[in-house]
């Protein structure tokens, strides 16, 4: 995809779509360094544990990796530990990336993935029901 041109050359877009939309989610953008402080002050704070679920994504990783992957393994884990799988509520999505990291509500991570994809509920709870069974 192209953005803009400069110099009489268009410059691609130095970030896939899917990463873009995924990342927009975030409701806050911390120094990756910064994380593990972040992580037990929350814990700290608000006394209520938040199940977190961390993961690494580099721009050149495909959508492909991150759909076949990463959400079969967040449902599996999430489920695992006895939260809803369909609708992630309570859990917190930190997303390393370059050196900062995203932090997602568990519903918005699963809702990029649906937006991404674009299906709607039916469908997802579908796919959540076959990650589910492997």
């Keep these: 995809m192209c953005c803009e041109l400069f110099g009489g050359k268009k410059l691609a877009d130095p ?12 409701y806050e953008i911390i120094p990756g360094e910064l994380y593990n402080q972040y992580r037990l002050e929350v814990e700290e704070e608000i006394k209520d544990s938040y199940l977190f679920f961390e993961f690494s994504l580099l721009e050149e990783k495909p959508w492909s990796a991150l759909c076949e992957r990463t959400y079969p393994l967040f449902a599996r884990y999430i489920k695992a530990k006895l939260i809803d ?5 309570g859990v917190v999505v930190a997303i390393f990336h ?8 568990g519903e918005a991570f699963l ?3 649906r937006e991404i994809e674009g299906i709607d509920q039916t469908t997802f709870l579908e796919r959540v029901e076959e990650w589910l069974s492997v």
Excluded: D, G, Q, V
Excluded at 85 to 89: F, G, I, N, R, S
Excluded at 98 to 105: G, R
């Design 111 to 113: 809702e990029a993935y």
């Design 15 to 26: 970030m896939p779509p899917y990463l873009k939309l995924l990342l927009e989610k975030s």
């Design 98 to 105: 370059a050196n900062k990291c995203h932090l997602l509500k």
């Design 85 to 89: 799988p369909t609708t992630a509520y």
